[in-house]
């Protein structure tokens, strides 16, 4: 029989040598990197390790009374804020440096954000508590416990130290209390920040719109609801509900700070937008109002993006690991949507230049139309014929556009042919007579109106019409040269001055047996009287709204 005493001997001390010296490293004071002086300093302080003189040595240059009061505080302070440390994210390099400034100083922050003041750093070869961390940590117990917890622990009766679940008694009651405050904060903050919102915006822009005042409602709501979170935020650390509890307490208050902070800055910009469309509906132009749904979707984008970004940073995500990913992903978006940010960019150019107003009428690139709408990639055009052009912003930005809505008058060019056979006298009046319509319009330019004999054509004596109308619109434009055509057709029929057709006339002006004769009246009275009844007739025939 074979005797396996040695073999368990030899296994023991194999199984043995390694939790022993597991052990002795866990319980001995290590100051070589950060890891090990955090770790140090932790350890000795829980419970079941309870040795706070350990403790206190991660404290460099106080007595060891002053020491260990510090490094208690420095646990309990982190406990209040629920800031569980991850030794898996802390260094364990003794050289290990952090950019501080444009230097590099052998320094390790544990919590950034939340407690910067709170780091070790290197001093000769061991590594302590920074001099910052010691000479601020009364400012932030002081801060996270303030005098009168201590007041309130003492008046405290046995009855209430009691623990249910952990918890005790006393905690439970002043816990209920916090949450009541903090609804009574949150309805007299609400009220609060309306009337100094509507203040301070009647203030600088003199405003009083009821759009505007809605909006400064919704906003005043998340406003209240961040002042009551801020309170709870305030109280909840000084009553030492243990680093587990605070740690999802405080989780859940900053992802609903964040949220409510998202939706501050949603109802800001809709503040801000209400009052550029005020703005916009004062100005003639519609290019403005067409900014307005571009303006709410890039700004609600760019708030829920960043918001996005917080809050993967509030479940662990380490903040350069998310904006590197977040750089490459949009790197890779932009080269895989070259014509999508190029069409972003010819939205932006155009808002920027205002080459058109939204219903100007505009040629370029062989598409003539009305601009409906211009949206965050394209523009859509209107042609005559009701068809719709979309064009690319980007291909817009660029073409040599032709933009008849920024005109400030319309011109209308055109030539009345008379008839071969009119006598002077009667070419002479009916020039005057057109001269005299187009002045008695109300929406025409009076300053640059040409009507002249200019012209022998291959059947008609032709008379230029050269005017401009008051309109930029090309609606109006055609019921103005409506109105102008009837008083002309009108002056012509009572003058009796024929229109030429286009067509060749043969004149026979005489034969053996019958002459000729052209029968026109040329009596310059009459001339005169018809001119002025003509221009009386249109004047009273010219809709109220040409007035």
């Not at 070589?32 to 140090?40: D, E, F, G, Q, R």
């Not at 790197?331 to 219903?359: C, E, R, W, Y």
């Amino acid at each position: 029989m074979i005797n396996n005493s040695p073999m368990k001997r030899l296994a023991f001390l194999f199984l043995f040598i390694p939790l022993s010296l597991y052990a002795q490293e866990a319980s001995e004071v290590n100051l070589s990197n950060p890891k090990a002086t955090i770790y140090t300093h932790i350890y000795f302080l829980q419970d079941n390790s309870y040795q706070p003189e350990n403790s206190a040595k991660t404290i460099c240059g106080k007595e060891e009374k002053q020491a260990i009061d510090i490094a208690i505080k420095i646990k309990r302070v982190l406990d209040g804020k629920g800031l569980e440390i991850d030794f898996n994210q802390i260094p364990r390099d003794s050289m290990y440096a952090d950019t501080v400034g444009y230097a590099k100083v052998n320094r390790y922050v544990l919590f950034p954000e939340q407690m910067p003041l709170i780091s070790v750093e290197k001093i000769g070869r061991s590594w302590y508590y920074s001099k910052e961390t010691v000479d601020n940590i009364e400012m932030l117990y002081e801060d996270v416990f303030p005098w009168y917890i201590d007041k309130i622990n003492e008046m405290i009766p046995v009855a209430g130290h009691k623990r249910i679940f952990t918890i005790e008694v006393w905690q439970y009651l002043v816990f209920f209390l916090m949450v009541v405050f903090s609804i009574v904060v949150f309805f007299i903050a609400k009220r609060l920040a309306f009337f100094f919102l509507k203040r301070i915006l009647y203030r600088f822009t003199k405003n009083r719109h009821n759009a505007v005042n809605v909006s400064l409602k919704k906003l005043a709501h998340p406003i209240s609801l961040l002042i009551s979170i801020w309170f709870v935020d305030l109280i909840l650390p000084s009553i030492g509900l243990g680093l587990v509890i605070n740690k999802w307490l405080f989780l859940s208050l900053n992802i609903a700070s964040t949220i409510f902070w998202i939706y501050v800055f949603l109802k800001l910009a809709q503040v801000f937008i209400s009052l550029y469309q005020e703005y916009a509906d004062k100005t003639e132009g519609k290019l403005d109002n067409q900014l307005i749904p571009i303006l709410r979707n890039f700004s609600t984008l760019i708030i829920a993006i960043v918001g996005v970004f917080r809050l993967l940073v509030l479940f662990g995500a380490d903040p350069a690991t998310v904006l590197a990913g977040a750089s490459i992903g949009g790197l890779a978006i932009a080269f895989a949507s070259q014509d999508t940010v190029k069409n972003l960019i010819g939205t932006v150019m155009i808002f920027i230049d205002k080459p058109f107003h939204i219903g100007d009428w505009i040629e370029g690139g062989g598409v003539v139309g009305t601009v409906e709408e211009v949206g965050f990639r394209s523009t859509r055009i209107r042609a005559a014929d009701t068809s719709v052009f979309q064009i690319p912003n980007s291909k817009l930005s660029e073409i040599v556009i032709n933009n008849s809505g920024l005109r400030l008058f319309r011109r209308y060019n055109t030539t009345l042919g008379l008839r071969y056979d009119t006598p002077p006298e009667l070419i002479d009046a009916f020039t005057k007579g057109v001269k005299e319509i187009v002045l008695a319009h109300p929406d025409s330019k009076k300053d640059a109106l040409i009507v002249e004999f200019v012209a022998f054509g291959e059947s008609s004596l032709n008379v230029m019409l050269n005017m401009y109308f008051k309109t930029k619109a090309w609606g109006t434009m055609q019921a103005y040269k409506h109105q102008i055509h009837l008083g002309i057709i009108r002056l012509a029929n009572e003058l009796g001055v024929g229109f030429a057709f286009p067509s060749t006339t043969m004149m026979i002006e005489q034969t053996p047996d019958k002459t000729v004769v052209l029968d026109y009246n040329i009596s310059k009275e009459k001339l005169d009287q018809t001119i002025e009844q003509s221009v009386l007739h249109f004047k009273d025939n010219l809709p109220e709204t040409a007035d």
